[in-house]
């Protein structure tokens, strides 16, 4: 019972940073329709800007404030330069760019910060190895309970942009039908690279957090997040944010639990069997994932 | 005097041109059709001035020349467009549609949204639905309601008719024709039904493959007899 709640704490803990980062991945994907591969790399970096201004003497807050200001300015001139560009002549070369981005921005901080030996990263939360309360005998420390908390508020401000802003109705204008929303007067230009540069900033954040989780930063820091991401957007579907935070959380409840009561001679490894067997299920099963639209219109 | 005016207008799609440079003038308060087959370029005319595609030629509008704005400047100065085929938010609220229709404005759209929904009842009644979930004549409502929400002074109409059930149609344009004597709401209509078009038109104009091949007042117009046999039927 105590094994099981502490599995319970610490999925819900690594599944609300999976659900930062779908969430980012369901932004790009609702405004341009494109599944960007790029994001955990983008994360990456964005993690090595803040690693950057705390190393340059800024208080890690700021640091963190700062990586995500950085990143959605990358993300923002990502779509501006290069994606807006390379959709109005193929779609399908988005996605080579976006693999592209992937390699690139991984070789890009290699070659400015080093590959080896990783940068000493802090945390944003207490880490002492006696920063913990313990609830029904299951240890549930301070850095997980920040980290889902700082997450689930970011999140929470999102879906209030969503909902209740003049901005966010054009955001969900621009990903219902693009033409109508030109022809309503939105800036859709604006708005497209306002997602992509919001998804970066999220992406930013995620990485300082499991940055700190990890206490070392390297450039594969996001290359797992972002794959157990990946699932938690195709099982809560590409186009559904709420889909994408509920995904993220069990996909995290799912990999610790599958890790935990794993017989030995599997291994840890099969943590990320978890991601990519949900991946291919929902594909096969249901494309369009638990809470996605398959589009329906009435004429 | 001419709210819209458009000269040599010329535009397309990448090489292929299918307006090949027309005048066409809407003064204000005045109700135009522009009548014509499919293919004749009536939508591309509609994209065209709503800034929607490149275009040739010089497009005014109230003096103001818009022939290189974009299509968000355009409906800030006050041109709408009623898309063909209604174009709805399909995913959002009706509501929510009509509040994406007043993006462009910055005073408060509380008054308008209650008048248009006095104006169509059934969007009232189902002001928190999809818009997806409508009828199509409920949709070709919302359609109208949107548009007007920016307080348009030129409403552009892409074959509001198309798909409807004759009474709808018959209400939608008793809607339009009231708001054009009452309000002076300049309309500019694209009809593939003659018989409609020249019941409401002031004016009409007839495309023919790009080109204005004719223009006169709806009651010269269906004196023609080349036009009735073409377009009328009798």
Not at chain 1, 164 to 169: A, I, M, N, Q, V
Request: proline share 4%; hydrophobic share 50%.
């Amino acid at each position: 019972m105590e094994r099981l709640l502490q599995y319970i704490f610490d999925g819900l803990s690594l599944g609300s940073i999976y659900a930062l980062l779908a969430l980012g991945l369901v932004v790009v994907f609702r405004g341009t329709g494109h599944l960007n591969f790029a994001q955990g790399e983008m994360a990456m970096i964005c993690t090595f800007f803040t690693w950057q201004f705390h190393a340059w003497g800024l208080p890690l807050v700021v640091s963190v404030l700062l990586g995500m200001v950085a990143g959605f300015a990358l993300g923002a001139g990502v779509e501006v330069s290069l994606i807006r560009r390379v959709a109005k002549k193929s779609e399908a070369g988005v996605f080579v760019v976006s693999i592209a981005m992937f390699l690139g921005f991984n070789s890009l901080a290699g070659m400015i910060w080093g590959n080896l030996p990783p940068e000493e990263m802090p945390s944003l939360f207490p880490d002492e190895p006696d920063d913990f309360v313990k609830i029904f005998g299951a240890v549930w420390r301070y850095e997980y309970i920040g980290i889902m908390v700082v997450a689930l508020l970011l999140m929470g401000l999102l879906f209030l942009l969503f909902a209740r802003t003049k901005f966010g109705l054009a955001m969900r204008a621009v990903a219902s039908n693009p033409e109508s929303a030109r022809l309503v007067g939105i800036p859709t230009g604006l708005v497209l690279a306002s997602s992509w540069g919001i998804a970066a900033a999220m992406g930013a954040l995620s990485g300082a957090m499991v940055g700190g989780l990890a206490g070392e930063l390297t450039s594969l820091l996001m290359f797992t997040p972002f794959i157990y991401a990946s699932a938690s957007a195709t099982l809560g579907g590409f186009d559904s944010p709420g889909g994408a935070v509920i995904a993220g959380l069990a996909i995290g409840v799912g990999e610790q639990l599958a890790a935990g009561y794993a017989p030995g001679w599997i291994g840890q490894e099969l943590r990320l069997g978890v991601a990519l067997v949900t991946i291919f299920v929902v594909l096969l099963f249901k494309p369009s994932g638990l809470f996605g639209s398959a589009k329906v219109e009435r004429v | 005097m001419s709210l819209l005016s458009i000269t040599g207008l010329a535009a397309g799609y990448g090489p292929l041109e299918v307006l090949h440079g027309f005048d066409l003038e809407v003064n204000q308060g005045e109700i135009v059709v522009i009548l014509g087959a499919n293919g004749a370029g009536k939508t591309t005319t509609m994209r065209a001035v709503s800034g929607m595609i490149p275009r040739r030629g010089r497009v005014e509008f109230d003096g103001q020349d818009i022939s290189t704005a974009s299509p968000d400047s355009i409906v800030r100065l006050g041109i709408a467009q009623v898309p063909q085929g209604r174009g709805t938010f399909a995913d959002l609220t009706v509501e929510d549609n009509m509040m994406a229709g007043a993006y462009v404005r910055r005073d408060d759209v509380q008054a308008d949204l209650e008048r248009w929904f006095e104006v169509f009842p059934r969007l009232r009644e189902r002001r928190t639905q999809r818009a997806g979930s409508l009828s199509g004549g409920e949709q070709q409502m919302l359609a109208i309601a949107r548009a007007l929400m920016s307080r348009p002074r030129l409403l552009l109409c892409d074959e509001p008719s198309l798909g409807l059930a004759p009474l709808i149609t018959q209400e939608l344009f008793g809607v339009l024709q009231k708001l054009n004597a009452e309000e002076g709401l300049s309309i500019l209509l694209v009809e593939q039904n003659a018989n409609l078009a020249l019941k409401v038109a002031h004016r009409v104009y007839l495309l023919e493959t790009g080109n204005v091949v004719s223009t006169g007042s709806a009651a010269e117009l269906a004196a023609d007899d080349s036009i009735r046999k073409a377009y009328l039927g009798s």
